[in-house]
């Protein structure tokens, strides 16, 4: 999957390829390094049965993250992403 960089506001924002309403089991498979990132988050739901259902948003606050939260975490693993392409 291929992206583009936007600018806003002066800043580059990298265009987003893991979403709220993905697929946690597909966030998984497409990206690992994504993986990596939730389980350190907590959320251990690579192996659960609910990722081949539950959406990222779903199962982080199935573990009590904020919707603040949720942004910084896939941010965080966009910008990984970003990285490791």
Known sequence: MKTKSIKVKNKIKTAEYVARDMNVGEVAWR?????????EA???CIGCIG???DTVETGCKLHGLTDK???DLLEQI????EKDK
Request: charge should be negative; aromatic fraction near 10%.
């Open 78 to 81: 966009n910008d990984a992403i």
């Open 69 to 71: 939260q949720i942004n």
């Open 31 to 39: 990206y690992p390094v994504a993986a990596e990132i939730l389980e």
């Open 42 to 44: 907590g959320l251990h």
């Open 51 to 53: 990722s081949s259902f």
